[in-house]
């Protein structure tokens, strides 16, 4: 835990990101802010700049939706274990994507509640 902690605090995700050669965003907001005032030598070409200045005020103003991320995860682990149960034979395959079916929109249905 601590070197996640670590990792991830401010000042360690602006070194990475400055100077780590990674064309990354950090998560911490006081190091994205260092970041656009202060950028990487790369985005010193013009164009590159205002690639640059762009996907950082998007990063800033981005969000993210762990309920979806574990959802379409979910989704994506329902059709493949029922389609490699039909490979392996296990069940039919008409059996398998019903299956699949069912416990994906079970998944999907969850988001909506």
Do not use: S
Request: proline letters at 4%; a negative charge.
């Amino acid at each position: 835990m601590k070197f996640a902690e670590w990792i991830t605090n401010a000042e360690n995700e602006y070194a990475w990101t400055h100077d780590g050669g990674a064309i990354i965003f950090p998560a911490a907001t006081e190091a994205l802010d260092k970041l656009v005032n202060n950028p990487p030598e790369i985005a010193d070409d013009p164009v590159f700049k205002a690639a640059y200045e762009e996907a950082a005020k998007a990063a800033k103003e981005a969000e993210a939706y762990t309920d979806v991320f574990y959802a379409t995860g979910a989704v994506k682990d329902a059709l493949i274990e029922n389609v490699n149960k039909a490979i392996r034979g296990e069940v039919d395959p008409k059996t398998a994507l019903k299956t699949a079916q069912d416990q994906m929109n079970e998944k999907l249905k969850a988001l909506q509640d």
